[in-house]
C-alpha cells in the first residue's frame, strides 16, 4: 500500500514486511484467505505502528493514530487504504482454526510452559492461547480465567472452535474450578494437550472427558 513510494507491504506467510518504507519483522505471518490477505490485529498494529482493535459486537476496525512522525498524516490511508486488508479473526474462521490447531499434533506436553516460541511445548491452556492468538483474540494464560470468558453454550449448540472446560479432581481446593481446556473440533472431538503424546484429538462424548466436563463456553 501506498502512493508514489511503497509504504507497507506484507507477502503471505512471511513474517518480513515493509512499514514506511523500512524493513520490519512481524509476530504473525499473513495468510490468505478467500483470496485476500489477512492479518490478526496484533500484525497489523505493528505494520502501522499503531493500536489496532476489533470491536467483535460490531465488526468495526479501530485504528490509532498511525505511528510513524515523520510522516505525515493522511485520514484517507485510514479510510480507504485498509479495505484491501482484512482481519483474520474467529468468526467465519473456525475451519481454519481448526487446521492450524493440527499443525501441532504431536507438540510435546510440559506442564506450566512458556511461550510456544521458546519452549516448542505447550500446556493445555498456553495451546489455546497460541492457537485463538493466532486469529486474534488475546486469552489469559490459565484455564480458570479462560473459563470467565465469552458465553455459555449447551452440547447441543457447540460449534467448532468452542472451549471446553475440565474438573482435574484434586488439583485445586474445589473440582468445579477448571483444570483444563480443549477446542472443539466438531463430530464430537476435541483438540487438547494432556501428558504423552502431547498435541492429540480426543473424544468428549464417551470415556474419562465425558465425564469430566464443567463448562462449554464460545469466544469470539
Same mark, same amino acid.
Given at each position: 500500500?501506498?502512493?508514489?513510494?511503497?509504504?507497507?507491504?506484507?507477502? /503471505?506467510?512471511?513474517?518480513?514486511?515493509?512499514?514506511?518504507?523500512?524493513?520490519?519483522?512481524?509476530?504473525?505471518?499473513p495468510i490468505t484467505q478467500n483470496g485476500q490477505v489477512c492479518l490478526t490485529e496484533t500484525a497489523l498494529g505493528e505494520l502501522l505502528q499503531t493500536d489496532v482493535r476489533l470491536d467483535r459486537q460490531?465488526?468495526?476496525?479501530?485504528?490509532?493514530?498511525?505511528?510513524?512522525?515523520?510522516?505525515?498524516?493522511?485520514?484517507?490511508?485510514?479510510?480507504?487504504?485498509?479495505?484491501?486488508?482484512?482481519?483474520?479473526?474467529?468468526?467465519?474462521?473456525?475451519?481454519?482454526?481448526?487446521?492450524?490447531?493440527?499443525?501441532?499434533?504431536?507438540? /510435546?506436553?510440559?506442564?506450566?510452559?512458556?511461550?510456544?516460541?521458546?519452549?516448542?511445548?505447550?500446556?493445555?491452556?498456553?495451546?489455546?492461547?497460541?492457537?485463538?492468538?493466532?486469529?486474534?483474540?488475546?486469552? /489469559?494464560?490459565?484455564a480458570r480465567d479462560q473459563a470467565k470468558l465469552g458465553t455459555k453454550v449447551e452440547r447441543s449448540s457447540l460449534q467448532t472452535g468452542d472451549l471446553i472446560f475440565f474438573t482435574v479432581p484434586g488439583r485445586f481446593e474445589n473440582d468445579k474450578i477448571p483444570g483444563h481446556v480443549g477446542i472443539y473440533i466438531g463430530n464430537g472431538k476435541m483438540i487438547h494437550t494432556w501428558g504423552k503424546p502431547g498435541v492429540e484429538v480426543s473424544s468428549i462424548d464417551t470415556g474419562y472427558w465425558h465425564d469430566a466436563i464443567l463448562s462449554m463456553r464460545r469466544v469470539q
Open positions: 500500500m501506498g502512493y508514489t513510494d511503497v509504504m507497507f507491504q506484507v507477502q /503471505p506467510s512471511q513474517r518480513d514486511a515493509v512499514s514506511y518504507g523500512k524493513q520490519i519483522s512481524l509476530s504473525q505471518a460490531t465488526g468495526n476496525l479501530h485504528i490509532g493514530t498511525l505511528g510513524d512522525k515523520d510522516q505525515e498524516k493522511d485520514s484517507n490511508l485510514q479510510q480507504t487504504g485498509l479495505q484491501r486488508m482484512n482481519i483474520l479473526s474467529l468468526a467465519g474462521n473456525r475451519d481454519e482454526l481448526v487446521s492450524y490447531a493440527k499443525q501441532f499434533m504431536g507438540v /510435546p506436553y510440559d506442564f506450566g510452559a512458556s511461550s510456544y516460541e521458546q519452549s516448542k511445548a505447550f500446556d493445555c491452556s498456553s495451546f489455546t492461547s497460541h492457537v485463538f492468538k493466532r486469529f486474534g483474540i488475546n486469552l /489469559p494464560r490459565l
